[in-house]
């Protein structure tokens, strides 16, 4: 058993860009669900919005990265509008259907052939992350601390980035929520009807939260794009948002901290338990299954540590027990 | 006080209602809401069907009528939490129809739930502070710099204190709302409708689920209302407390007002005594009708001799 491989390799993901891009759509999940009660079961749509837009808009078009970021930012605030119109006025189940249907409208247009000009079909695009990586301060290099973590320079700008932007919305987060805006978000997870009834424009608080939410989830999209220099439409399936919600659940949801520290520890276990699993295989201290069937594997430990956690701490690891125990009657 | 002496607000009330003919829709001096033909169906069933009513400014006016007569409807209504299918009405003069449940709210038209609906993960002050209006915080951008919201929120939480103290649940001050009895919660919903100073408080089954001992207390806020200057119309089945604390009645049944008058003589109308007990429950039998019924009783037991 290699341990030290095994190690390294599960900190590295537990700080690395998956537990960036996690972070974010956790966070915008956080915003929606934990905070407002809104399920939003689409947030993989808001990803692709954020990573098409950047890929679109550089390498289909040749325009300048940042119209692309700013396009992406747009985009989203906009499906969160046309998703929540319509919804946001009904039973919050609604919200859930529209949202996954959404999301998965989003993938099909982006992997259809009738766009694969535009959009590059199920091969999805390259090359248009060239502007971000010029602006990389990091000179060419190994940075981190050997033998554990180790990242190149490309990495560590993606990095940086990733976790300067899950630092400012988190920050921007914790302000609104202290504020007397975020108490309204709150009463409207607990009871919307209690809320109008004092004056509240619920609809206009439930719609600013979904876009917030979307707008977060596109800075994830953001870094999904750039970390690998492509975007594929089926990276943006229905399983990213159930992750996200693992994540956010895992962590705590209505906390700050809850999908940052969710995400890190998500991905932590999950390429721990992979990576240990495969090198226990290969160096013959497993012998009843093959390397093949530890992807799988992983996934169910994985899925029997959240029925564990749900049952054993639903609150979570940073969430209050009191808030989740107390029922209205 | 003394026993003899009734608080202002009562008085005024009283003096308002004095000489009134006690029929539905009557004129009121001063009404602080006017409603016209307001009509709820669901689907065939006529659920509201109000001709005229008026509330007088300053009095406490009650609901009432049999289950289903549809009060709470009637309530919902006005307060926009549902649309009205047909008619108007006005709030200090200005047309409430079509408003919105939040914009009622904010034009000082304020109400309860007769299932209490506490904010049971919000601790009792933020319940309270969530009730006060025009708060500058409550802008998304704005609630980002707590210089801008901090002053008013210190206001917000003494006004709050004041209310928390009078309610007696000052000592509840930082326990969610869902630790508290029913009761409590019930007193914390009126006081939190308090913060957005209405001049209408409508209060839909106050007592509900609520123990004798914490009735009295109940009361007594409700009373201290009219005092403030406040109007508050209420629903409520429990008798004992409608005559004691209403200064008017009106009575709804299958959706319409059949009645109105003060409360010592709206319960011997004969009207809303058929809408409670149903009509002809105590009317004597003639004595031809009861040969006629005891000839048919024999008829019938002839015939069936001989079959």
Known sequence: MDWTLIISRAVEAGIGSEAIIYALAAIGLNVQFGYTGLLNFGQAGFLAIGAYSIAVTVATFGLPFFLGVGIGLLLAAVLALLLGIPTLRLRADYLAI???????????????????????????????????YDMNPYPPGEYGIPPIIGFDNRSMWVLTVGWVLVAIASFILFMAMKSPWGRVLKAIREDEDAVRSLGKNVFSYKMQALVIGGVIGSMAGFIFALSRSAVQPDLYSTDLTFYAYTVLILGGAARILGPIVGSMLFWLLLILIGTGLENAVNTGTITFITVNQVGAIRLMLVGLGLILL??????????????ISLDAR | MHAESLPAGKTAALKAFEGMAAEPGVAKPDPILVVDNVVRRFGGLTAVNVNHVEIQRGSITALIGPNGAGKTTFFNQLTGFDTADEGQWTFNGRNMNGVSAYKVARQGMVRTFQLTKALSKLTVIENMRLGAQAQRGENFFRGLFPALWRGQEDEITLQAEELLERFKLDAKRDDFAGSLSGGQRKLLEMARALMGKPELVMLDEPMAGVNPALTQSLLGHVKNLRE??????????????????????????????????????????????DAYLGAHHDAPLSAEEEERQLHEAEAELEKEVKE
């Open chain 1, 98 to 132: 529209v949202t996954i249907a959404a999301a998965e409208i989003v993938r099909l247009v982006v992997r259809s052939v009738a766009l694969s000009d535009t959009f590059g079909g199920t091969d999805g695009l390259q090359a248009f992350s060239g502007s971000f």
């Open chain 1, 310 to 323: 749900l049952i054993y701490r639903p609150q979570g690891i940073f969430g209050d027990k009191r808030e």
């Open chain 2, 228 to 273: 403030l200057g406040m109007t508050v119309l209420f629903v409520e089945h429990d008798m004992d407390m409608v005559r004691d604390i209403s200064d008017w009645v009106i009575v709804m049944a299958q959706g319409q007002v059949i009645a109105e008058g003060p409360p010592d003589s709206v319960m011997s109308d004969h009207r809303v005594v």
